[in-house]
């Protein structure tokens, strides 16, 4: 059985900063096929496109491009591919101290210091708030350090002020785990990004991890506040969500490629999961898309 180890991505500040800055075209994001996590805050603009918001153990499918705050050591993907389409993508990486533990103490910084905690769960911003967010953000790389830090700040602020917001994750969600733990739900994770489409056993994942199916049940509903089948199901729906708007195939080949093999089951949980049949689903986004 292969075995997939997660990545600790290491970062460096910028040269000359307290953050990190780094802008991609198209998808030159080479980080987006595995799943990382960091100690370091990452706040993602991705311009335009379409694609999987995967963070912790929250899947999405966006449309007309993404802002997104992900808090220290939750575990993601990329968000951009060679299928995304999207024009650009503004990463910034920030320790939760950056600017030092007394600053964050001050009066004026409380603001910002119940986001970063809130940021524990991820955090995706929507509607006028993620184009403001997004057009501040693409600015930075032309600032100088002092303007930048500024720049950033006020970008912060504004999303703790703000209405447009969804949650990623479950109330009471958080990564905040020992190593050995964090190891053990992103090898999970790795495990079924690369085997969702075939059937995953809880036997052999329960095993992958050095678990009983049992404890190993109760662990990750207790870390994920949800159950592993509901887990894998809500992955496949995405990306079922995801074929029906990139790929001309008929929805009994979706149901197939991703990963169920009862179309009816399909088709109830796709229902229950978006509110909406598969064929209306995709008659929306295309009407959305164009």
């Not at 990452?42 to 966006?62: D, M, P, T």
């Not at 001050?106 to 210091?113: D, G, P, T």
């Not at 930075?140 to 504004?158: D, G, V, W, Y």
Request: a neutral charge.
């Amino acid at each position: 059985m292969k075995k997939l180890v997660p990545t600790l991505e290491i970062i460096e500040p910028s040269f000359g900063s307290s953050f990190t800055l780094t802008k991609y075209v198209n998808n030159e994001n080479s980080k987006s096929h595995f799943w990382h996590y960091h100690p370091e805050i990452e706040l993602v603009y991705v311009n335009g496109g379409a694609g999987k918001r995967q963070v912790g153990s929250h899947i999405s499918y966006y449309t007309s491009g993404s802002v997104i705050l992900i808090g220290s050591n939750l575990p993601h993907c990329g968000f951009t591919d060679e299928n995304t389409g999207n024009k650009k993508e503004t990463v910034i990486h920030m320790k939760p101290d950056f600017l030092g533990t007394d600053f964050f103490g001050i009066s004026e910084m409380k603001n910002i210091k119940h986001l970063f905690n809130r940021a524990k769960a991820g955090i995706v911003f929507i509607g006028e708030t993620k184009k403001r967010i997004g057009s501040k953000l693409e600015l930075i790389e032309n600032q100088l350090p002092f303007e930048r830090l500024l720049t950033l700040l006020s970008i912060l602020n504004e999303m703790e002020e703000a209405t447009e917001f969804k949650v990623l994750n479950a109330e009471g969600f958080s990564m905040d785990l020992q190593m050995q733990d964090n190891d053990k739900i992103n090898t999970v994770f790795n495990y079924v990004k690369d085997n969702f489409q075939e059937q995953i056993t809880l036997d052999e994942v329960a095993a992958l991890v050095s678990m009983t199916v049992p404890s190993f049940c109760r662990y990750f509903k207790k870390i994920t506040q949800k159950t592993f089948t509901k887990f894998v199901n809500e992955y496949r729906l995405v990306h079922a969500s995801k074929l029906l708007a990139e790929k001309p195939i008929s929805i009994t080949e979706i149901c197939f490629e991703s990963g169920f093999n009862n179309f009816s089951y399909f088709n109830k949980t796709f229902q229950e999961f978006t509110g909406k049949s598969a064929s209306n689903y995709r008659k929306e986004l295309r009407s959305v898309l164009e």
